[in-house]
């Protein structure tokens, strides 16, 4: 039901920006989020936005360095990732849900299937 595209391989410094389409329903209903994953280790939270009035959160990580937004006509959220550092080097999934249940990555969370970004040093 949510749908991500736009990662790839960039260089330290680069920037990649993330889609994630879902249905309108999902959109009007939830608030939406991007999490990233590497291997081993868990899935973590990178940012969020409210359905209701657009405010944003971000992960002390990349806080500065990436932008969440979402197209309501498009019902797509976007991750716009600049000053990209090897260490965002992860699998990207987006997530919607209310906001508590995203950061509390509860379980009925609705994921994306991810998108692999690298950062080559």
């Known amino acids: 039901q949510l749908q991500a595209s736009g990662g790839g391989l960039v260089q330290t410094g680069g920037s990649l920006r993330l889609s994630c389409t879902t249905s309108?329903?999902?959109?009007?209903?939830?608030?939406m989020a991007w999490f990233r994953q590497t291997p081993g280790e868990t899935r973590e939270f990178v940012a969020g936005i409210y359905r209701s009035d657009g405010k944003t959160l971000y992960s002390r990580y990349v806080r500065g360095r990436f932008a969440i937004s979402k197209d309501n006509a498009k019902n797509t959220v976007y991750l716009q990732m600049s000053d990209l550092k090897p260490e965002d080097t992860a699998v990207y999934y987006c997530?919607?849900?209310?906001?508590?249940?995203?950061?509390?990555?509860?379980?009925?969370?609705?994921w994306g299937q991810g998108t692999q970004v690298t950062v080559s040093s």
């Open positions: 309108g329903q999902i959109f009007r209903d939830y608030d």
């Open positions: 997530a919607a849900q209310t906001m508590r249940k995203i950061l509390l990555v509860s379980e009925d969370i609705y």
